[in-house]
Structures are given as structure tokens and as C-alpha cells.
């Protein structure tokens, strides 16, 4: 019986597979924040360096993984796949499951899949600063990491709530020579203007956006990164599925369903695309399932239309699914799903019916981890515990209908820094929150976006 499914250091790819060149609609161009024209690769040059800019608007399907950035891989890569027999058991399904571990890496998520990539190609260009955002601390750490790697300073605006209750990650990143700041600060514009209205913030990606894109597009010298959402991170990132399909086909089997947390796009993107690939070259009939929180659903509660990707309106404007750039999620413990919007490529998928979403609760999202934790020994991060939920719930079904479906989920990251989380959930101090339709009605109705 085999437990674990490995890869050699050559099998790691060479190539990102880009989805939109096999995608039947293709997304919708961004607009200028100010003209609502589209706006070409140029418009990007102050944020980005040249070769990511290329990367975000590629129509070409495969794209070459710098040797460099496949050298740093090896630290980590490939990552196991193991498959889950201690929580078949427990469920008592019919249902094969398999995760991809993504928590093996240094900063102990998916995230430097693409923080080593983006500074690798700033450091080519010879950028000196990079400044970001971090919900939770998994993309701070990571480009934290990957920017000490490369030589270059690294600035983190890290979402107040997820400062205060995830010391740790902000000690991470420190660790590896980061400042870290908690968003919103009084160092912006951006930030002056929100605690303004309101000195007790709990802050959001989206400010937190908001003040690392001011601080780069003010200094000639600094370049920004992002951690999800956009095209070119979400490509990074499929080098998960690329492996796992690779190890799937090792262990002589295909999944029927594939799972992923849902933020902004890139965990579920990683896992996914490749497989998708299938059901748009191959007709294969794989389902694709995003599960994000019901406090901030906007997969499966939001409207798609242009918004901005920040709370102040500094971005160009995308078409994607939306709660309204003005929202601020609840303080969930699943810092990094707490994003307002969903990235473009993965919201023309679910506008198009190729992709599903599921909204799940806080505590049955807690519950669920705790449960894989006690069948397969590794304590989830809050983020992962939704694609868990969503994976017992269709293992379930599995069970109700008498069917034996295989199941492929992506654990994207280890929850050792989230301890603090998980007391608050067995003290019963974890509450439920789920956003009313007069709530989401609200939010919408303040923008003046362009509908699609």
C-alpha cells in the first residue's frame, strides 16, 4: 500500500502551464483607473518589471522556469502527494483522496512558488526594493525569504488583525531581513486616509494593497509583488499541478475532483489549471471545486463585473467577481482568504460554468482540520482547513451515493504559526459570521465601477 507518491529533482517542470491560451473566452483587459480605457503592458511598467509584465498579458501556453529559479526549487521541490488513507478511514467513504503538501517549503506554504520567481525577474532588472502586502503572513514570509535570496529589501504591509494574532509570521519574516508594518499605517497617504474614517481598522488586503502600491509607484527604485490574483502569479504557481499530475499518474490514477482554498486565486489556480487542461484539450470531465469562507464569499455571493483590486482605488480595474473594493471582511483566522475580490483568469472560468465554488463556514472549517489533523497527522493552516471541508463533505456524498470518486486536494500550508487560532477554537471562542444580502447589496451599491 502505498502512502506517499515522490518525484526526482529532474522530474520538477520546466516549463508553467499559462491557461489562457486554452481558455474558450478570454479575459476581459484591464481599464485605467481614471479613463476606464483599456490599458496595454506599459500602463504596468511602474509596479512590475518588463518580463512579469509579459508574463501577465501572454497568450502562449507553456512558459520557460528560469534555471535559476528551478535551482531554488530544488530546496524544496518536488513536494509529495500522499494519499489520505487515515481520513478515508475515518469518514468511512468509498472515496480515494489525495493531498498535495505544499508546507514542506521554507516559509511552510505554496507562496514562494511565485516569491521566487517575482524576485528572480526584479533582481534582473536590478529593483534594490520591493514592497507587498500580507493577509495572514504566508506571502509576506515568502517573498521575505525570496527577496533575501536575490539581495534585495523587502517591505511587508501585513493586515493589522492577522499582525496582532500572528506574531510569529511577522518574527518570520523579520527573520529574513523584512520590515513589516501593520496595515493600515500612518506611513501612506492610503493608510492616513482609512484611519481617518476609521482609527480602529482592522485592516484588509485590499489597504494593505493600497499602501504597497503608493509606496512603490513613489520611488523609482522599489517595485511591487503580488501574491495572488494576478495572471502571472497564478501561472507561477501551476508547477503544484504539473507535479501532482505527474504523481497521480505514478499511482495509476486520475482525480474526479480537485479542491483548493480560494482568496485570490493562486492556491486554487496551482492545483487546478493543469488539471482543467484535460477537460478543455482532452474533454475530460474533472470538476474544480474553489472553497472560500461564507464571510467572504464572493465567488459565490459577489458580482462580476470591473473593481479595483485595492480599497483606495490606486489599481487598474479587473473583471472579476467582487464583494466592492470598499469591503473589510470580518477577522476570520483565515487571514489569507480575507480578500474582496477574485483574480481575473479564475473569474472568467466561473463565469464561464469550467469551475465550482463552496462557501463554507468558520467553525465547520476549524472542525474539518481538526479531523484531518487526528487521521493524517498534520495540523492544516486555517486557510486549507476550507478545501478540507469541502473535500469530507464530498467524500461524504461519496458515501451517501455509493460512489467511489478520487478526490485531490491541495494542503497549501502547515498551521504551526496558527496555534493561537485553534486555542480560540477549542475554547469556544471562534464565532460564526455570514454576511446578509442587504450587507452585500451595500457594499456593491457604493461602486462606480464599469459593469460587465
Known amino acids: 500500500m502505498t502512502r506517499k507518491i515522490l518525484l526526482e529533482e529532474h522530474e520538477i517542470p520546466e516549463q508553467w502551464y499559462n491557461i489562457v491560451a486554452d481558455m474558450p473566452n478570454k479575459p476581459l483587459p484591464p481599464l485605467h483607473p481614471a479613463t476606464k480605457q483599456p490599458i496595454g503592458p506599459d500602463a504596468l511598467a511602474p509596479l512590475f518589471p518588463m518580463e512579469l509584465i509579459k508574463q501577465e498579458v501572454s497568450t502562449d501556453k507553456w512558459i520557460p522556469i528560469p534555471e535559476e529559479v528551478r535551482e531554488v526549487y530544488k530546496i524544496w521541490r518536488p513536494t509529495p502527494l500522499y494519499r489520505a488513507y487515515g481520513l478515508e478511514k475515518a469518514l468511512d467513504t468509498p472515496a480515494k483522496i489525495y493531498y498535495k ?18 524576485a528572480y525577474y526584479n533582481m534582473k532588472e536590478g529593483v534594490k526594493r520591493i514592497t507587498t502586502e500580507t493577509g495572514a503572513g504566508q506571502w509576506g514570509s515568502a517573498l521575505s525569504f525570496a527577496c533575501q535570496l536575490f539581495g534585495i529589501e523587502c517591505e511587508v504591509y501585513m493586515v493589522k488583525i492577522s499582525y496582532h494574532q500572528k506574531p510569529y509570521r511577522k518574527i518570520m519574516m523579520n527573520t529574513w531581513g523584512a520590515k513589516v508594518f501593520a496595515s493600515p499605517t500612518d506611513l501612506t497617504q492610503a493608510g492616513r486616509q482609512i484611519l481617518g474614517k476609521d482609527p480602529n481598522s482592522p485592516g484588509s488586503l485590499g489597504i494593505a494593497i493600497s499602501e504597497a502600491v503608493e509606496r512603490a509607484a513613489s520611488d523609482d527604485a522599489t517595485k511591487y509583488a503580488l501574491g495572488s490574483v494576478l495572471n502571472h ?35 486554487f489556480a496551482g492545483i487546478s489549471f493543469p488539471f482543467l487542461r484535460l477537460n478543455l484539450e482532452e474533454g475530460k470531465k474533472i470538476r474544480c471545486i474553489a472553497s472560500e469562507p461564507a464571510s467572504c464569499p464572493k465567488l ?59 462557501a463554507h463556514h468558520q467553525l465547520e472549517c476549524f472542525e474539518a482540520g481538526v479531523q484531518f489533523a487526528k487521521a493524517e497527522g498534520i495540523i492544516p493552516a486555517p486557510e486549507a482547513n476550507h478545501g478540507i471541508a469541502t473535500v469530507i463533505a464530498e467524500a461524504k456524498r461519496c458515501k451517501e451515493e455509493g460512489t467511489s470518486k478520487t478526490i485531490l486536494f491541495n494542503l497549501c500550508g502547515h498551521g504551526n504559526f496558527d496555534m493561537s487560532a485553534y486555542e480560540n477554537y477549542f475554547e469556544g471562542k471562534l464565532q460564526e459570521h455570514e454576511l446578509t444580502k442587504e450587507e452585500i447589496t451595500a457594499s456593491l451599491a457604493e461602486l462606480d465601477t464599469p459593469t460587465i
Open 300 to 358: 459565490t455571493r459577489g458580482e462580476f463585473r470591473y473593481d479595483f483590486g485595492d480599497t483606495v482605488g490606486m489599481t487598474p480595474l479587473l473583471p472579476m467577481f467582487t464583494l466592492g473594493h470598499n469591503f473589510v471582511p470580518a477577522p476570520i483566522h483565515a487571514g489569507g482568504l480575507r480578500y474582496h475580490g477574485a483574480g481575473v483568469i479564475v473569474s472568467q472560468l466561473l463565469k464561464d460554468q469550467l469551475i465550482e465554488a463552496r
Open 101 to 118: 503538501y505544499e508546507g514542506v517549503s521554507p516559509s511552510g506554504s505554496h507562496k514562494p512558488n511565485t516569491a521566487v520567481a517575482q
Open 233 to 267: 502569479v497564478l501561472t507561477h504557481q501551476t508547477v503544484i499541478g504539473l507535479e501532482a499530475l505527474t504523481q497521480m499518474e505514478k499511482a495509476g490514477d486520475l482525480p474526479d475532483i480537485v479542491v483548493a482554498p480560494f482568496g485570490g486565486g493562486s492556491n
